[in-house]
């Protein structure tokens, strides 16, 4: 025979009522008196609950501001050659630390020698030539003396005026103009006259980019570091104006991160700051704020803040991912005890305090607090009293305690 589904349904309602009925049948007498034989009460008095307690404490309380951002070195350079050449000689490599001005990399310096020397001779001959030209000059006569003086007192006179803005910078160019060939003529210049006809000015010119062709042969430290970004090797041609490797100076490291705008107004430069690195989760560091974006950004309504901390043995490197807590709000001189002592019951705050083997609970008001700690207002509390940090979830008033650990 078939059973229809509604039927089904009927008889498992059924089934449930009964079942539900049972449940909330109460007790004979006799079914209590077996359970109450299963109950030790003689023995509730010298249960013993094993606890870690700490102490209250005078200390200053420190609101944080938290962030995140990722580790940048506090200075990085992009190394680049200014002229080509092969390397003769390669004196780093990846993960190298070098000091300032330590030799880096050599060029090959042979053509930029040749060029130096050939531009020394073309200066030492033309010196030659600005000797005669300069001898064969004539001499300042009487005539050419007072007609120098009269320029000179134009020039000063013109220099005067422009200084003073009686002439638009236009205006005295045009003049400068007029009363330089004059000057020329009148003798004044004598020595830049021979000094053109010899060619010596511009051989000069050429021994000064000679000399700093050469200089550029030999790469040396802008700062004390650590080499990165590098696949060189000795003989490879190079080109100017091409990265060759990069220098991170990682003994000073910065953190930029965003604070919100509701935030900002707290923190001021130089408070302190804790560093976490998620990849060295036993370790904390410290630091403070080196700078303070002057401006919030409209779309994510935060502020752009630089943390700089010390990089000691070099645990912590470029790109690592920080939690930063910034100082905001201190508050000095206060009666503290640890977050994990509170304990809240029918609204209202107490801590478990050891007195001998026992719990005595005490109430008593909260002040400022933060996540570590919180400031004890009111209250018979005082500082170096104990109290329990760990194993007070089933804890009672009067309970008997065993302290396991003292924090």
Same mark, same amino acid.
Request: proline share 2%; glycine share 6%.
């Given at each position: 025979?078939?059973?229809s ?5 009927v ?9 539900l ?16 034989k ?14 870690t307690t700490?102490?209250i404490?005078k200390?200053?309380?420190?609101k944080w501001?938290?962030?995140n951002?990722y ?6 350079m992009?190394i680049?050659?200014?002229i ?11 993960g190298?630390?070098?000091n ?6 050599a060029?090959?310096?042979t053509q ?5 020397n ?18 064969d000059?004539?001499?300042l006569t ?5 007609r120098?003086e ?26 400068? @103009? ?10 004044a ?21 000679a ?7 030999k790469i040396?430290?802008p700062?004390?570091?650590v080499i ?9 041609r190079i080109n100017?104006a ?20 509701? @935030?900002?107004?707290?923190i001021?430069l ?12 036993n370790?904390k ?19 752009k803040?630089?943390?700089?901390l010390?990089?000691?043995?070099d ?7 920080a ?8 508050f ?5 005890a ?11 705050n ?15 008001d909260?002040?400022?607090?933060? @996540? ?6 009111g ?10 940090v760990?194993?007070?979830t089933n ?6 305690v ?6």
């Amino acid at each position: 025979m078939k059973i229809s589904v509604r039927n089904a349904g009927v008889a498992l309602a059924v089934v449930l009522l009964i079942i539900l009925v049972y449940a909330i049948i109460p007790k004979s007498a006799d079914e209590e008196k077996v359970e109450e034989k299963n109950v030790n009460t003689d023995n509730l008095d010298n249960i013993e609950f094993k606890v870690t307690t700490s102490k209250i404490y005078k200390g200053d309380l420190i609101k944080w501001v938290n962030a995140n951002g990722y580790v940048k070195a506090a200075r990085e350079m992009e190394i680049q050659a200014n002229i080509a050449g092969y390397i003769k000689e390669l004196n780093v490599y990846e993960g190298k630390r070098v000091n300032k001005d330590d030799l880096l990399l050599a060029i090959d310096d042979t053509q930029y020698q040749l060029a130096y020397n050939s531009a020394v001779a073309n200066v030492n001959g033309a010196y030659v030539d600005f000797s005669i030209n300069f001898r064969d000059s004539s001499a300042l006569t009487p005539e050419l003396e007072k007609r120098r003086e009269s320029i000179n007192k134009k020039l000063a006179d013109l220099n005067g005026q422009y200084k003073s803005g009686k002439l638009k910078k236009e205006e005295y160019e045009a003049k400068m @103009d007029e009363l330089e060939p004059e000057l020329i003529l009148s003798g004044a210049k004598r020595k830049e006259v021979a000094a053109a006809k010899s060619n010596l000015t511009s051989y000069r010119v050429a021994r000064q980019q000679a000399e700093l062709n050469l200089s550029y042969t030999k790469i040396h430290a802008p700062f004390s570091g650590v080499i990165g970004d590098i696949d060189l090797i000795t003989g490879q041609r190079i080109n100017s104006a091409v990265k060759l490797f990069k220098i991170y100076e990682t003994s000073v490291l910065k953190i930029e991160v965003r604070v919100l705008e509701n @935030d900002i107004a707290s923190i001021a430069l130089g408070n302190f700051v804790e560093v976490m690195i998620g990849s060295l989760p036993n370790e904390k560091f410290t630091g403070k704020v080196l700078y303070i974006s002057p401006q919030i950004d409209t779309s994510t309504k935060t502020c752009k803040v630089i943390v700089e901390l010390q990089n000691k043995n070099d645990k912590i490197k470029p790109g690592m991912f920080a939690t930063v807590n910034i100082q905001a709000a201190t508050f000095r001189n206060r009666m503290l005890a640890p977050i994990d002592a509170l304990v809240v019951r029918d609204k209202r705050n107490l801590v478990f305090m050891v007195v001998g083997n026992l719990a005595k609970w005490e109430y008593f008001d909260i002040g400022e607090q933060n @996540d570590r700690c919180f400031e004890i207002v009111g209250g018979n509390l005082k500082v170096g009293d104990e109290v329990v940090v760990k194993g007070h979830t089933n804890l009672a008033h009067d309970a008997k305690v065993k302290v396991i650990e003292r924090q």
